[in-house]
């Protein structure tokens, strides 16, 4: 039997330039797990909601800077941009939720299209998926992520 595949999939903003230099390369880090790939996810639409006032916000350039530090180091693999295409958006919620819907975000900013596009745009078995200012601490000797695809299975 083949053993699933899975990718780690990582939603990245403007407002998250002054930690995520040192919260992707942890979360790789402690996952500690073979995936298939770990991919950045960009959000390149307008901010909204609670994070129009957040502090340290960066420009997009400053956030390009980062992600492409990741990716030379070879913390990631690749980079990819949330499709905001109306085209792709209305399609996308016409297949997940059976009709158009207008907002691309949650009333909080939360990119609800780009959880569909990872969905969508990822190819392995499973995909992981974390925000980048979350944090994780696992055991040197466990993997959750292979316990939860058993039980998954």
Not at 39 to 61: K, Y
Not at 78 to 88: E, G, K, T
Not at 95 to 100: D, V
Not at 108 to 123: A, D, Q, T, V
Request: glycine fraction near 4%; aromatic fraction near 12%.
């Amino acid at each position: 039997m083949k053993t699933p595949s899975c990718s780690l999939w990582i939603f990245v903003a403007r407002t998250d330039t002054s930690f995520l230099l040192h919260t992707i390369p942890h979360l790789v880090k402690m996952n500690n797990f073979p995936f298939e790939e770990r991919v950045l996810v960009v959000d390149t639409a307008p901010l909204m909601g609670h994070t129009v006032n957040r502090p340290f916000i960066g420009t997009m350039q400053e956030l390009r800077e980062c992600t492409e530090k990741l990716l030379e180091a070879g913390i990631v693999d690749r980079i990819v941009d949330i499709n905001y295409d109306p085209s792709y958006h209305d399609s996308m919620y016409r297949k997940h939720f059976g009709q158009p819907i207008r907002f691309t975000h949650n009333y909080k900013g939360y990119p609800i299209l780009g959880s569909i596009f990872k969905i969508e745009e990822c190819k392995s078995d499973y995909i992981l998926h974390f925000d980048s200012d979350m944090l994780l601490y696992q055991k040197s000797n466990y993997s959750w992520i292979e316990e939860g695809i058993k039980l998954m299975q």
